[in-house]
């Protein structure tokens, strides 16, 4: 069955700092992969995907990922995070077929101090 | 997103009470799906359609039931309103996954 675990709840880092999110699927196939951002009280809006190709993708806002197929993980990471990145972060994996469906991590929280 | 829109954004209703959310898109995209957000669960699928009048259930699908006449409209209803049902209710739309999904704003439900 799909699933997708982000291992860290809550991260901080510093404005400027580097950052790195974690996510670890589980999918019998080769999946699409997803990170998806929420501002609070705002919809999820498309970071970036991967589902075929080069393996270290670029997204919006500076974002990137990479898929490491032998370690089942899709991490997400910017150089220099800026005070406006502060929000919740999904990965998700989904893979075709008849519904289509997308599955969601539950989300890490990252915080940014000045 | 403006080719996505929930309808109403909050609302407020009492137990017991039969509620209709709508999801209305214009991108004429096949697939539909409502999801619920929760602290500490993030979003769990309820229901999805992948065309009209084709519908199935998701992984908390007890409680709600959907409909999709129209290829624009998937509607939400909770049969019998509880306070376990209170969350934040998104719809998505995709013309297929490896799109990844659009989301709307989300409408804020609160079962009293």
């Known amino acids: 069955a799909q699933s997708v675990t982000q291992p860290d709840i809550h991260i901080t880092v510093s404005e400027g700092a580097s950052l790195e999110l974690r996510c670890n699927y589980s999918y019998g196939a080769t999946p699409y992969l997803f990170w998806y951002v929420q501002s609070p009280g705002q919809g999820l809006q498309l970071l970036l995907k991967y589902f075929s190709g080069d393996t270290l993708v670029q997204g919006i806002k500076g974002f990137e990922a990479e898929f490491k197929r032998s370690q089942s993980s899709f991490n997400l990471r910017k150089p220099s995070v800026h005070w406006s990145d502060a929000a919740e972060y999904f990965c998700?994996?989904?893979?075709?077929?008849?519904?289509?469906?997308?599955?969601f991590g539950k989300g890490t929280r990252l915080h940014i101090l000045p | 997103d403006a080719g996505i829109t929930q309808s109403p954004r909050h609302k407020v209703t009492e137990t017991g009470t039969p509620v209709t959310l709508r999801c209305h898109q214009t991108e004429n995209h096949r697939y539909m799906y409502w999801y619920r957000q929760d602290p500490g669960h993030g979003l769990r699928l309820i229901h999805y359609?992948?065309?009209?009048?084709?519908?199935d259930k998701g992984e908390v699908s007890d409680g709600y039931s959907v409909s999709r006449s129209k290829t624009e409209d998937f509607l939400l209803t909770l049969e019998s309103a509880t306070s376990s049902q209170t969350s934040v209710y998104f719809c998505a739309i995709t013309r297929g996954a490896n799109y990844g999904y659009t989301f709307g704003s989300g409408t804020r439900l609160t079962v009293v």
């Open positions: 998700a994996v989904g893979g075709g077929g008849r519904d289509d469906k997308i599955i």
């Open positions: 359609s992948y065309g009209v009048k084709d519908t």
